[in-house]
């Protein structure tokens, strides 16, 4: 039997944990609205879905075991979060309330940030194959699996909207700072693109 008690918390608080995804859906929140953000966040999903799934046929230990593959993977990763935060930091400068409100933001392109930021981080599908098998039931081992990857999709549906809502309210409060959230959000993806690209290949212990 899964241990639901002790495996939702634990997953919560990987959900709600600061990272390119979350930062993501508050920007979108505070451009956007809440709604939109979760529209976008679709595409964080979709990608988790096949993560969860290679993660439990042992990909993750491939990560964890090749230095080279999860170089590539890293270096590719961080090179991708680092052009993003250099891009929210150039559209900054000619962000305006009134514009943001004559222009809407490209529901596309911000589904496929979503989906190419999940990609991107290794550290996704290490978690999958290094947090989940401790609460996998052996005797039903795909059955398990897939319950706890449901779980953990579900909590992140509902980080998701916490973290668009927190957004929101930032920007409804502080609508004219939004271009300095802008440039906040860009710095901070390339903090998060750095310590990806400088944080060393996990063990498999």
């Known amino acids: ?3 639901w008690i002790f495996f939702i918390p ?3 608080a990987l959900n709600l944990a ?3 995804n979350n930062l993501l859906a508050m ?6 609205g809440v709604g939109f953000a979760q529209k976008a966040a679709l595409g964080r999903l979709l990608i988790f879905v096949p993560m969860i799934a ?3 046929l042992g990909l993750g230990v491939v990560l964890t075991a090749s230095a080279l593959v999860f170089g ?3 270096a590719v990763g961080a090179a991708y979060l680092i052009w993003l935060g250099v891009s929210l930091w150039r559209s900054a400068r000619t962000m305006e309330v009134a514009q943001i409100s004559a222009h809407p933001a490209r529901l596309g392109r911000a589904f496929r940030s979503e989906a190419m930021v999940a990609l991107s981080n290794p550290k996704a599908i290490l978690i999958f194959a290094a947090f989940f098998p401790q609460f996998v039931v052996l005797e039903n081992y795909w059955q398990s699996y897939a319950m706890l990857g449901a779980a953990f999709l579900l909590m992140e549906a509902v980080a998701i909207f916490a973290y668009a ?3 929101r309210f930032a920007s409804k409060f502080a609508s004219d700072k939004l271009p300095t959230m802008q440039r906040v959000s860009g710095i901070t993806m390339c903090i998060f693109g750095i310590l ?3 944080s060393p290949q996990p063990s498999r212990s």
């Open 27 to 32: 920007t979108h929140g505070a451009k956007a």
């Open 10 to 12: 634990a997953c919560f």
């Open 165 to 167: 809502l927190a957004g």
């Open 196 to 198: 990806l690209l400088t």
């Open 18 to 20: 600061f990272g390119p």
């Open 54 to 56: 290679v993660s439990a």
């Open 1 to 3: 039997m899964i241990e």
């Open 72 to 74: 590539i993977v890293k």
